[in-house]
């Protein structure tokens, strides 16, 4: 493709309203233009990437089984709200009513259209398993979007359904959608972190993230220093401590007016809040419930849920302490009946000799321990997770990273079939609900995260696997015959070895032509020019390294071809 | 592509709300379901066949230098205010607003999103001409959806636009997507019509249409039955009759009480009304003009309305003949001055000795002739196509014919450049606007209308364009050991010579499966079943024509691909 005929407008200047790289860049390269907030025009080099991404995806999806269908965009409302999900998206579901006063929506996800559409169609356990994808553009009213193709309004995303029997089948399923989005991002070359997440407004169970690491992302995890442990910032655990063995002090209660909290019980008795036992108090189904955290820890409230789930949690009110006999700020476990669930968090086993509460107002314990003075009913991971708590596989150091959410998949058991009513005839005659998974890719967003991790100050620097062409060929010297002659024939000598090449003949300068194979940043540029050609050589330069070379006019083809080979 | 594993689920009943073939069979056999009324599902074997037609249009696009982009599908409402369509539009516009309450479309063409990215990007007249294309689903709130994909909510269009300096430079842009189109469609193998269309909501001048033949089809066109002339039946013009030569009789004025029309003016006299001469009075710009054609005749006022264009066309009322001194009914052209404009249809050469007004009530004249008794000032084609004109190209027999539209190609000029603003600076350092040409082809609409060319009363039968899949390999003896072992040879045979393959691997009786294959219609059966396997051979059907033929189990799979290379 000759630069001079591709629509492909650079921009030198920044524009005002890009603030991270990837939407700066992918603007001034000339990948994408705005229409309005949130959504974007994709111009000739942009979708030649987004391909690149679509085509890595739709074979991995075919190899793994799954089969391509497309769902439309414009839906009815009706199944959207037997699912609930109607109501829940609030205002991030563009609605619409149609001519007739029908109420539409466009589709965020397709849980809605394609468990119905299967139901319809494959009414026997004999044709299943079965995975039906699409590749399709999806919509969300983003209150304020930004960040160039991170936070949208409508987004390309592969979303992928499997149907499955029973419960096993759907974890099979999920992890052979699992192993093909590891080969996916694999292909895509992209640096990726994989946890296992919250669920958030599309349910179910089991899920993980598939995140592209990006200084600048949204999306926080928790990763250790040395690489072998990430998780979500809400999944993530401290590792268990070595047990602190046995009291040394005997059970003694002291007087400690006015120290209702952590904080004022430490400064009256002058130690540190990690040597007090917090004991927080919750109603689980009716049920009073203890659990026991350092007194420097928070209690993850969502890991004390999913525990217990489906039975729900509340946290004790004021009314509860005085209704049930516990003396609020005052509380600690020694001598709690059976009635009370006391769990424990994994961190109390490093300590002893607890200052913890005594149940008498304004007076604590100290020496209180484990089974000795108290017992623990449950032994749990329920503590919030801190910055720099040790690794639980190997004691490192973690940290608080930042990514891009890329990709996000589900075990959902019945929670979509159900509601729907999708449903097939068992090998037994009876009528079940699917177990399904859904498995969604932003191929959108792998564009703009590619742009995060791919560029440097002067532009974007593609790896091989998504660049939009391969190697740039410059005429560094528009007005210099020979080599603007030499340039065609490189150029011509790439497209027969079948590599995607642009030929940048434009009649700019060659400062222009550099600064803008730069800034599009094909991984291998070829510089053609006056001084080289005179001296029987071209330049050739690795766009992401800056490694630089000659080769001879008659070997250039050859080397080209062997330092992409080389190229990342 | 197993078929045990391929979800293509396909009915035996024909579904009731189905009223026309291809939507019938396009259900049944798997292609596509309803979602809701104008709105459908792709399955696996439609979205196939969808693909093909794509690729076959992608490519003729880019070979013929059009640019690939992607555009929104949710637009602002603002340009589409801008040049009057949102309005124009009416309740074919899906609307919606956003959380923020800003008006917003979802796209049913992009000529308002295109414009303005061109002149946002494109200044300067050296970056002309260009042409940008994508394909993209486009929307239309049609009041009454039906006849499955032809007449849909949600369709799949490839839509192009390019960008000119001058009227000469978009006239070569449509020359070349007008031969696009005719290869696009010749590699379709469609039987096309193309004919000189109205530009109906899309405004401009010359404009195409290209029209698949079908009995179904909702648009009408007029051919001659040699097949040497095509039009839309607005511009269809009849052969000019052989001049009738000099007048026999004197012009003579007659009695003719309460004949104002003639029918009544025929019946008194006892003639044919083709023997009468027909003057029909219109207002155009403000001056009297006189249209002529023979009595059997109607004036078609769109072909005088381009005539005399930008000027406007008016049919006298009653109080026009009054005031300008034309006696109503009884007007014929002798001794109009030159104030009143005089044209005479083509057809009217053909006659001589006119019986026509004698401009007072209740009196005619017979013996009227052209140059003797009156003028005319322009000879034009004037007059309503009829069914059996004579063609003006052989004078053969003029039918109407059924077809579905596939494509509008459009020469806009300025008409949109102009209102959004869409300039370019020229090589005289002027601002001034591009001149358009816009392109669509409807990609789901040549899926329904291959459908609709070709079936029979089996199902689909598909032509190796745009054939899902090209062979099925039948198990017509699924018990069997030896064919079963036997048709996965043939199978795998295909594949490793690169044909898609489907194979009928189920659980199925003969029966079944060899309907199945009539019903979805691949090109080439392939049956492999005991009784031929026992004798060493397997037979084959080409399923277009239902030849049957056999083959060595040992050369099945030469004879199939010599059977396909020949299949139409």
Known sequence: MRLSHLFAPTLREDPAE??????????????????????????????????????????????????????????????????????????????????????LLLGPTQEEVVAPLVAADVPSYRDLPLNLYQIEWKYRDEFRPRFGLLRVREFLMKDAYSFDRDEDGMRESYRIMYEAYERIFARCSLEIVIVEADPGQIGGGVNHEFMARAQVGEDLFVECENGDYFADTEAARPREPEPAGEGTESLTEIDTPDTPTIESLATLLGIEPSRTLKCVMFDVAGRSAAVLVPGDREVNVNKLEKLVFPEKVRPFEDEDFAARGFVKGYVGPQGFDEAVTIFADLTVRGGRDWVTGSNRQDRHVTGANVDRDFRVDRWEDLVEFREGDPCPVDGGTLHIGRSIVLSHIYQLGTKYSEPLGARFVDEDGAEKAYRMGCYGIGISRILAAAAEQWHDDRGLAWRRALAPFQVVVIQATADHEPSVGRSERIYDGLVERGIEV???????????????????????????GKRGVDAGTVDLKLRVTDERSTATLDGAVDAVVALLEAAP
Not at 32 to 57: D, F, H, K, N, S
Not at 509 to 519: H, M, N, Q, W, Y
């Open 502 to 528: 642009l030929l940048d003949d434009r009649g700019e300068s060659a400062g222009v032509k550099f600064a803008d194979a730069d800034l599009i940043g094909c991984p291998v540029q070829v510089i053609v």
């Open 18 to 103: 890009a603030e991270i790289p990837s939407h700066r860049l992918l603007l001034r390269a000339g990948f994408i233009r705005q229409v309005m907030a949130g959504v974007y025009t994709t111009l000739p080099l942009g979708l030649r990437t987004m391909r690149r991404i679509e085509t890595i995806v739709r074979e991995e999806m075919d190899a793994a089984g799954a089969q391509e269908i497309r769902m439309p965009i414009v839906l009815p409302a009706g199944p959207w709200q037997a699912t609930g999900r109607y109501e829940l998206y609030g205002e991030n579901l563009f609605r619409l009513t149609d001519r007739h006063q029908r109420q």
